[in-house]
């Protein structure tokens, strides 16, 4: 999914390996965890002239990748066109949608299309329908249902197991047991691994703070399911992340906003805009706390960091350091590893 070798060249050149972009701000999942059920926020989205100029921009950068973002994405009238434009430029598309729109034949036949080359990233977090209402306390009947049809159209479209990825949110509100049995399912049925981000809010601030470590997993939940799911790929280790510090730093985001930002779960509201500046010059202007080069030397990392074994290619969760503690460079508060946290 991840071409490591241009992946590392960025990495050690201070460029930017993929872009995650955001096109829409509604998701019709329903996730209780996610702060795109907030009912209050606005609905602000770039418009399309907007991100075919990002995209150009991208492509002068050397972006290998575009991370199409929501919200759900597919909700977008004219996603097609924007995948297709990208394609145009020689950037590969990764999709990551909720599912749900994929449970239509039509739909799931185009994003195999649009994404020739790429990853499409779903959400199943449990196979257990009472798990699922749990979680969705707002979700439609049937949509489990839709969402393991969706999986399958997907496949049955072209893509191959490989190219998928069932993305998920473990939360305090979830067993380990009944993770563990969603990553074995989708592996053991449809041969499809499954990526464990730990409790994130994605809130548009950082206020995060107690509130956020009430609802956060406990840590040794956290690594049992991290190093199953880790065994499950052929990893024969699991790092705090959901990827490594090279993808992690090699990333930047471009939010519904405009915002541009280290990630599209770092979301400071006084970020620099694509709105004022062109994506070029704020890439130029803020190239240090983008690519959050500081932490590429070892006496920056946190506390708890710069003595681990696995800081070589991990530095914890940039999203979640920011969201509980208001503070990028944090340590990561869901660490199974950092002694810190215990």
Same mark, same amino acid.
């Given at each position: =999914? ?55 921009? #991208? ?27 990208? &394609? ?8 990551? /949608? ?13 994003? +195999?299309?649009?994404? &020739? ?15 699922? +209402? ?14 393991? #049809? ?6 049955? &479209? ?10 998920? /949110? ?8 009944? =993770? ?8 053991? /049925? ?31 939940? +956290? ?16 790092? &705090? ?8 730093? #090699? ?13 599209? /779960? ?20 803020? +190239? ?45 508060? #869901? ?8």
């Amino acid at each position: =999914m991840i071409d490591f070798e241009a992946l590392r060249r960025c990495y050690d050149e201070d460029r930017v390996y993929a872009l995650q972009l955001e096109i829409w701000d509604r998701c019709e999942q329903r996730c209780d965890y996610c702060y795109m059920e907030a009912g209050s926020l606005p609905h602000r989205v770039l418009d399309s002239g907007k991100i075919l100029e990002v995209l150009r921009e #991208a492509s002068g950068l050397g972006v290998s990748r575009i991370e199409w973002l929501g919200g759900e994405p597919l909700l977008r009238p004219d996603w097609r066109r924007l995948l297709d434009a990208s &394609a145009e430029l020689g950037i590969v598309n990764n999709m990551w /949608t909720g599912g749900l729109p994929l449970a239509r034949r039509g739909v799931a036949e185009d994003v +195999v299309e649009a994404t &020739a080359g790429g990853m499409v990233a779903f959400h199943v977090g449990t196979i257990d329908e009472d798990v699922y +209402v749990a979680l969705h306390s707002r979700a439609h009947a049937g949509d489990l249902r839709r969402l393991l #049809a969706g999986v399958e159209n997907v496949l049955a &479209a072209g893509k191959p197991p490989d190219l998928l990825l069932n993305s998920v /949110t473990l939360t305090r509100g979830q067993s380990v047991s009944d =993770m563990i049995r969603t990553i074995d399912f989708f592996k053991d /049925t449809y041969g499809i691994d499954t990526c464990v981000n730990v409790y994130q809010s994605y809130r548009p601030m950082g206020t995060g703070g107690q509130s956020y470590l009430e609802e956060m997993p406990d840590r040794t939940d +956290v690594g049992k399911v991290l190093q199953h799911a880790a065994a499950r790929s052929g990893r024969t280790h699991a790092i &705090a992340n959901c990827v490594n510090k090279e993808y992690c730093s #090699a990333t930047v985001a471009v939010t519904n906003e405009g915002l541009v930002t280290p990630c599209a /779960t770092i979301r400071p509201a006084d970020s620099p805009s694509i709105h004022e500046r062109t994506l070029r010059q704020v890439l130029n202007e803020h +190239v240090e706390d983008l690519l959050l080069l500081s932490m590429k030397r070892q006496e920056n990392l946190a506390e708890g960091c710069r003595d681990c074994g696995r800081n070589s290619e991990c530095w914890g969760c940039r999203g979640r350091a920011w969201d509980c503690f208001d503070n990028v460079r944090g340590r990561d508060p #869901a660490c199974f590893r950092n002694p810190v946290n215990r």
